[in-house]
Nanobody, 119 residues
Framework: VQLQASGGGLVQAGGSLRLSCAAS???????MGWYRQAPGKQRELVAA???????NYADSVKGRFTISRDNDKDTVYLEMNSLKSEDTAVYYC???????????????WGQGTQVTVSS
């Protein structure tokens, strides 16, 4: 199983970035999401999306970030607008899924992609 995240980088405050995360090796996927971890802080949920498209956002990103997914491609996206310096963190994608011969759903994580917002 692999979750391959991409799209991070350096951007000025007020700018935009789009993250992508493609999952492979999973037979079924329920929720997908994005988490982030800033230096010295705990990992926190940024946004999540169900297989049916129901979304959930951290208060700090509501109105600025948009999560979406393509179920045919097992890919989740995070559109980030009006970026602030406090959005600087490593962003991790997450999938609640199962492999073909596994009875249980498990949480799988991507490798993380750095987002740096300069003020």
């Amino acid at each position: 199983v692999q979750l391959q995240a991409s799209g991070g980088g350096l951007v000025q405050a007020g700018g935009s970035l789009r993250l992508s995360c493609a999952a492979s090796g999973l037979f079924r996927i329920n929720d997908m999401g994005w988490y982030r971890q800033a230096p010295g802080k705990q990992r926190e949920l940024v946004a999540a999306i169900s297989v049916g498209g129901t979304t959930n956002y951290a208060d700090s990103v509501k109105g600025r970030f948009t999560i979406s997914r393509d179920n045919d491609k097992d890919t989740v996206y995070l559109e980030m607008n009006s970026l602030k310096s406090e959005d600087t963190a490593v962003y991790y994608c997450n999938a609640d899924g199962k492999e073909l011969y596994d009875e249980k759903y498990r949480y799988y994580w991507g490798q993380g992609t750095q987002v740096t917002v300069s003020s």
